[in-house]
């Protein structure tokens, strides 16, 4: 891309993305790639990138953003003694394996089924965080043995073809499991350097033809998007979480999650070609 025009416009849509997320997460807790990957397809198609392999440089960025992300709330978490590192140690390796095969099928999969994928999954997210209760149950304690074996792939899979960290999924399941909130978000964190990691590092060797992809990607992660927007979320994850402590969250996390919920029916009615 030889246009220094096309180039600012990047960065202008890259700088109000990350600002975006960054907020969204200081506010309401919901990890940055449930905003990052439609923000980000939204972005290179109007740019001009809307190749095959679109979405998988959608979901490679932001995952990479994911990486810093989650780390740096691990770290805040721990100091607060919130991890809780039992469940961390038992479900990582089932997390890492299907993060694995996740990255695998993604790199195969076309852009338009991934958007399908992304739909149908984030609708449920949305209508999960605007019409759950606290108080559901599926158990008093989270699964071990078979059943952890099960479900803790599933959840690493599901998050790499979202482009997603552990929040989105963690979350709710460890609350569904009698795990305190608090404890869910940061435990959650963790799983979102799990799923990140080892699906970067896949995504990095992923070819994608020259001109299908935007300046400075290597293999799908695209570098002006990843260090933009880690930028502008140390700038405005602070702001939100402010503005948390100030104002009742709820009524904007209902909003958001009908937000979510049409951002999500859009991706789906365009991987259905309405």
């Known amino acids: 891309m030889s246009d220094p025009s096309l180039l600012f416009a990047m960065l202008g849509l ?32 109007t740019l001009g990138y809307d190749g095959s392999q679109l979405m998988q440089i959608c979901l490679a960025t932001s995952l990479a953003t994911i990486i810093v992300t989650s780390i740096r709330s691990v770290i805040g978490h721990h100091k607060k003694g919130a991890v809780d590192w039992h469940i961390l140690k038992t479900w990582a390796p ?24 992304f739909g149908g999954l984030g609708i449920a997210i949305g209508l999960y965080m605007g019409l759950g209760r606290s108080d559901w149950r599926l158990g008093q304690a989270m699964p071990a043995g078979l059943m952890r074996a ?38 959650a964190a ?12 896949g995504f990095l060797f992923l070819t994608i ?54 951002v999500a029916l859009n991706m789906l009615r365009k991987a259905l070609g309405w």
């Open 209 to 262: 033809a020259a001109e299908h992809r935007p300046p400075l990607t290597i293999g799908a992660v695209n570098l002006p998007a990843f260090f933009t927007v880690i930028a502008m979320t140390l700038i405005t994850t602070p702001m939100g979480v402010k503005l948390a402590h100030a104002m009742d969250p709820k009524p904007l996390k209902r909003v958001f999650a009908v937000f979510l919920t049409l």
């Open 94 to 117: 089932g997390i890492a394996i299907g993060a694995v095969v996740g990255v695998t099928a993604a790199s195969n999969l076309s852009s338009v089924f991934l958007q399908g994928v």
């Open 14 to 45: 890259l700088l109000i993305i990350g600002a975006f997320a960054g907020a969204l997460a200081g506010l309401l807790g919901v990890g940055g790639g449930i905003v990052l990957v439609p923000a980000f397809f939204y972005a290179f198609q």
């Open 190 to 201: 963790g799983f979102g350097v799990i799923i990140a990691v080892p699906s970067v590092l």
């Open 150 to 187: 099960t479900m803790s792939p599933v959840l690493g899979f599901l998050s790499v073809l979202m482009g997603i960290g552990g929040g989105s999924f963690g979350v709710p399941l460890m609350s569904l499991y009698n795990t305190a909130i608090h404890r869910a978000v940061a435990t």
